[in-house]
T-cell receptor, first 111, second 115 residues
């Protein structure tokens, strides 16, 4: 289930389940969105991106959905594995401006 | 994929001294690099945007005289924390934007501990 910790919300799933991580973005003018995975003590790792002219994009085991009407972004991870345990951040960008990061969600995968 | 390297990955310095962190794009030219700071269990906070050959643009609340940024070439940006204090201890992360596709890649981060 999902819970809110001191700073980061946490999503706990069983290995093999599908995970859905949600993100609400703030700027309706944002036209580029990225999901990053950050493991403990490491820098963010690019997972998948999507531009505002699309509403869905698929990668390997991951799918990003974009709903511009409600300014919502989600990351779906199929067949979640223990190695997927990390903090996931969404980021929004407009043109060539800087990235604005969301607060992040910690994903915990139990064997 | 594109690789961004940071050095050092961990550094301990004495209070009052200065420490430099390097950020390099290894296989692409980065006209823009970004420096972030991250506290435990929190999101990344943008400190400054660094453009090659020009002065960095600092975010509100970030002291430019304390956090010196130099973007001397298309593959290297440095962050120098001057007169470091224990409250400057943090995880510092750089990122670099590729010229094509506007993709941004991150370095592995540098842990700074000021004692």
């Amino acid at each position: 289930g999902e819970s809110v910790g001191l700073h980061l919300p946490t999503l706990s799933v069983q290995e093999g389940d599908n995970s859905i991580i949600n993100c609400a973005y703030s700027n309706s003018a944002s036209d580029y969105f990225i999901w990053y995975k950050q493991e403990s003590g490491k820098g963010p790792q690019f997972i998948i991106d999507i531009r505002s002219n699309m509403d869905k994009r698929q990668g390997q085991r991951v799918t990003v959905l974009l709903n511009k009407t409600v300014k919502h972004l989600s990351l779906q991870i199929a067949a979640t594995q223990p190695g997927d345990s990390a903090v996931y951040f969404c980021a929004e960008n407009r043109g060539y401006s800087t990235l604005t990061f969301g607060k992040g969600t910690m994903l915990l995968v139990s064997p | 994929g594109a690789v961004v390297s940071q050095h050092p990955s961990r550094v301990i310095c004495k209070s009052g001294t200065s420490v430099k962190i390097e950020c390099r794009s290894l296989d692409f030219q980065a006209t823009t690099m970004f420096w972030y700071r991250q506290f435990p269990k929190q999101s990344l906070m943008l400190m400054a945007t660094s453009n090659e050959g020009s002065k960095a643009t600092y975010e509100q609340g970030v002291e430019k005289d304390k956090f010196l940024i130099n973007h001397a070439s298309l593959t290297l940006s440095t962050l120098t924390v001057t007169s470091a204090h224990p409250e400057d201890s943090s995880f510092y992360i750089c990122s670099a934007r590729t010229g094509e596709g506007n993709t941004i890649y991150f370095g592995e981060g540098s842990w700074l501990t000021v004692v």
